[in-house]
C-alpha cells in the first residue's frame, strides 16, 4: 500500500514538472513572438497562441499560462500597470472561452469560422477593456476617454484582421501540436 502512494506521489511530481516546463516554454514562445513583432503595429500571433493552447489544454492551463506571461510580460517590455491589468483581465478570459469551447467542440475544423469569428471578437473585446481600464487609472475626463476610444479604433481594425487569418491559417496546426503535448503531459 505504501508502495502505490509513493508511484502515486513520483506521477503526480513528474506530471507536475513537466506541466511547468511546458508552460514555461509556452510563456516564452508568446513573449519571443510578440517581441519580435512589437515593431508593427496591428500584427500580433499571441491571440492564437492563447486561443489554440486553451482549446486544446482547457481552461486551467490557459489561465495558468494566460497569468504567467501577464506577468513576466512586465519584466520584458517594463512595467506597466494599465497594461498588466489589461492582460490580466484579457487574457484570462480568452483562454476561459477558448478552454470552455475546446471542452464542447470535438472536430475544431468543422467549427473553424465560429471560432475565428470568436477569436476576432474577443480581439475587439481586447480594445473595449482597454478603453475602460486606461481612462479609468488615469482619471481621464469624458471628452478624454472619448477621444482615447475613437484613436483605438485604427489599432483595431487590424488586429482583427490579423487574428482572423492567423487563426484560419494557424489554428488548426497548433491546437494539433498541443494535443500531442498534452499526450505526452499524460503519459
Known sequence: MENNSRNKTSRIALWTTKECAFIAMFVALLTAVQLALSFVPGVELVTVLFVSYAFSMGKARGMLLATAFSLLRQIVFG??????????VYFNLLTFIFGFLGNRIKKPIKWLPVIIIVACLCTVLFSLIDCVITPLWYSYPKAAARAYFFACIP?????VICTSISVFALFIPIT???EVMKKSLQA
Do not use: H, S
Not at 512595467?79 to 490580466?88: E, F, K, Q, W
Not at 489599432?155 to 488586429?159: E, G, I, L, Y
Open 79 to 88: 512595467i506597466n500597470v494599465t497594461v498588466l491589468l489589461l492582460y490580466l
Open 155 to 159: 489599432f483595431m481594425v487590424p488586429q
Open 176 to 178: 494539433r501540436a498541443c
